[in-house]
C-alpha cells in the first residue's frame, strides 16, 4: 500500500446516531455554535450589533493593508500556476474525465459564487460610485467624467479577478488534496503537509467547525439580504407592503426548494437550477443591453477594459489614500467578505471540477466570472446612470434604496412588468443554488468529506440555513443581518492566514506529485 493510500484510511471516525453520520466533533459543536450565536443575536440584538460592528470596524482600519496585499499575492500565484508546466496537472489523475461540460460548470460557479450579488449590485453600485450615494473612489466629483469612469473599473475591480482568485486558490488546493493525494474533501486536509497527521485531531477539528460557522452564517445573511431584495421587488411592482412576515414566507418557499434541489443531488438539483438560473440571467442581460443604451454600454464595456488594469492598481493602494471611507467600507469590505466565503465557494468549486486541468481550472474560474462581471456591470450600471443622466424615470433623482436600484431601472425600459418578474424569480434561484450548494459543502464538512450522506442529514443543514435566516430577521431584522454580517468579516482576518497557507501547502504538494513523490 503506497502513501496515497494510507492518507486516505486517515478519515475520522463517523458517529451514526438519528440517522445521520455525523462527523465528532465537528457537527456537534457546530450545529451548538450555530444555535448559541443566533440565540445571542436575537436576544441581544443592539448590543450585538453593536459590539460586531465594533469589531468589524477595528478589523477594517487596522489590517486595511493586510486585506489589500492578499488578492494580489493570491492572484499573482493563481497566474503563474497556470503558466507554468504545474498548469498541466489534471484533477484527479492523467486519467480523470471532466464530470460536467464547461457550459453547466461555469453555470455552477456563477449561481453559487456571485449571482445574488450581481442582481443586487449589478445596478446599484456603478449608479452609487457615480453619484455619490456613499463616497465615490479617490474622492473624485461625483457625476464627473472621472466618477463615471471609475464607476465601472471599480465595480468590475470589485467583483473580478480579485475576488475569484480567492476561491480558485481555495478550491484548488481542496481538489488537488483531495483527487490527487486521496485525502477528505475537508478544509484541514490541505494543512496536511505542515502538521500532518495531527489535523486528524483538534487542530484540523476546529479549521472545519470555523468553515462550517462561517459558511451557514454567510448564506443565512445572504438567503436574508436576498428575501429583503426580492420582497422590496414584490412591493415595487404589485403595490403590496414588504412586511417581515412576507420576508419570512419568501424564506420558507426557498427552503422548501432548496430542500427539494438537495434531495436531487448535484447534478438534478444544483446543476439543473443553475443551467436555468443562466438561461435566464443571459436573456434579461441581452434584453438590458438592446432596450437599454447600446451603444454607451458598448463603449463602456471597452473603456473599462481599457482602464481596468491601471484602475486596479490604484484601487488596490492603500498608502496614502484619501478616500479612507470608501476604501474601508467598499474595498476592503469585499475583500474580507470574499475571504469568509472562500470555504463555502472553494469547497464547491472542488466538488465540480474533478477532472480538468489546473490550467483549465483557472481559465473558467477566473476569466468566465470576470468577463461575465464586465459585461453585467456596464449593461446594468450603464443603463442606471444613463437614466439619471436624462432625468428620466425612478432613478432620475439618483439611488434612494440600493435594493431597488435594479428594479427601478427595468422599470424605464419597455416590458417592465415582465422583466421585474423574471429579475425576482432570477434572485429566488440565486438564493435557492447558494443555499442547496451551501448545504452540500456543510453537509461533506461534517461527515469527514463523505461523497454520500443520508438524506437527512442533507436536509437538515439546508433548514439549519434557512431556519437561521428567519431567526435572526423575525428575532432582529434588518439589524441582526447586519450584525451577522459584521461578524462574519471579522471572522474573516484570521481565515485570511488560512487562505495564505493554502497557497503555500498547495506548491509544496504540487511540486511533490510533479516528481511523483505523495507527501
Avoid at 235 to 246: G, R
Avoid at 279 to 307: D, E, M, R, W
Avoid at 355 to 361: A, D, L, S
Avoid at 391 to 402: A, I, N, Q, V, W
Wanted: charged share 10%; hydrophobic share 50%; with cysteine.
Amino acid at each position: 500500500m503506497d502513501k496515497k493510500e494510507n492518507i486516505s484510511m486517515k478519515k475520522q471516525k463517523i458517529i451514526k446516531s438519528f440517522g445521520m453520520e455525523m462527523h465528532n466533533p465537528v457537527f456537534i459543536v457546530s450545529a451548538l455554535l450555530i444555535l448559541l450565536f443566533s440565540l445571542i443575536t436575537l436576544i441581544f440584538p443592539d448590543q450585538s450589533n453593536h459590539a460586531l460592528n465594533g469589531a468589524k470596524l477595528w478589523t477594517l482600519s487596522k489590517f486595511d493593508w493586510f486585506y489589500s496585499l492578499i488578492p494580489v499575492l493570491i492572484l499573482t500565484l493563481c497566474i503563474i500556476l497556470a503558466i507554468s508546466p504545474l498548469g498541466k496537472i489534471k484533477l484527479g489523475g492523467p486519467d480523470a474525465k471532466p464530470e460536467y461540460k464547461v457550459g453547466s460548470w461555469i453555470a455552477m460557479l456563477f449561481a453559487a459564487g456571485v449571482g445574488i450579488g450581481f442582481m443586487f449590485y449589478g445596478s446599484a453600485e456603478p449608479l452609487g460610485y457615480y453619484t455619490d450615494w456613499y463616497g465615490t473612489p479617490f474622492n473624485v466629483s461625483a457625476e464627473s467624467s472621472e466618477a463615471r469612469s471609475l464607476a465601472f473599473t471599480t465595480s468590475v475591480f470589485h467583483w473580478g479577478l480579485s475576488a475569484w482568485s480567492i476561491y480558485a486558490i481555495v478550491g484548488l488546493t481542496l481538489a488537488f488534496f483531495a483527487y490527487n493525494m486521496g485525502l477528505p474533501l475537508t478544509i484541514r486536509s490541505a494543512f496536511f503537509p505542515i502538521f500532518g497527521d495531527k489535523i486528524w485531531g483538534w487542530r484540523g477539528h476546529i479549521i472545519d467547525m470555523f468553515a462550517v460557522v462561517s459558511t451557514v452564517f454567510g448564506l443565512a445573511c445572504t438567503v436574508g439580504i436576498g428575501a429583503t431584495q426580492a420582497t422590496g421587488g414584490l412591493s415595487y411592482i404589485f403595490d403590496i407592503e414588504a412586511t417581515k412576515n412576507l420576508q419570512i414566507i419568501l424564506i420558507v418557499v426557498i427552503t422548501i426548494i432548496a430542500i427539494f434541489s438537495v434531495l436531487r443531488g448535484m447534478n438534478g438539483g444544483v446543476k439543473l437550477l443553475s443551467n436555468l438560473n443562466m438561461s435566464f440571467a443571459g436573456l434579461l442581460l441581452i434584453f438590458v443591453i438592446i432596450a437599454g443604451p447600446t451603444a454607451g454600454i458598448f463603449k463602456s464595456i471597452i473603456q473599462t477594459l481599457v482602464n481596468i488594469v491601471p484602475d486596479s492598481i490604484r484601487l488596490t493602494n492603500w498608502v496614502g489614500r484619501t478616500d479612507q471611507n470608501f476604501f474601508h467600507d467598499w474595498t476592503i469590505f469585499y475583500w474580507a467578505w470574499w475571504i469568509a466565503w472562500s470555504p463555502f465557494v472553494g469547497m464547491f468549486i472542488a466538488k465540480i471540477s474533478k477532472g480538468r486541468t489546473i490550467r483549465q481550472f483557472m481559465m473558467g474560474v477566473l476569466i468566465a466570472p470576470f468577463s461575465i462581471g464586465l459585461i453585467w456591470f456596464t449593461a446594468f450600471g450603464e443603463s442606471a446612470i444613463s437614466q439619471f443622466e436624462a432625468k428620466t424615470g425612478d432613478l432620475s433623482m439618483g439611488m434612494s434604496d440600493s435594493s431597488l436600484a435594479l428594479f427601478q431601472m427595468l422599470n424605464s425600459l419597455p416590458f417592465s412588468g415582465i422583466t421585474s418578474v423574471i429579475a425576482i424569480f432570477l434572485l429566488v434561484i440565486f438564493i435557492v443554488t447558494s443555499a442547496d450548494s451551501g448545504s452540500l459543502v456543510v453537509d461533506s464538512l461534517t461527515s469527514s468529506g463523505q461523497d454520500s450522506t443520508p438524506v437527512r442529514q442533507r436536509v437538515f443543514w439546508a433548514l439549519m440555513i434557512g431556519l437561521t435566516s428567519i431567526a435572526l430577521l423575525y428575532g432582529g431584522g434588518n439589524e441582526a443581518l447586519k450584525s451577522l454580517q459584521a461578524g462574519t468579516i471579522t471572522a474573516a482576518l484570521p481565515f485570511s492566514l488560512i487562505v495564505l497557507l493554502y497557497g503555500v501547502c498547495l506548491v509544496i504538494g504540487l511540486i511533490s506529485y510533479s516528481k511523483k513523490e505523495y507527501i
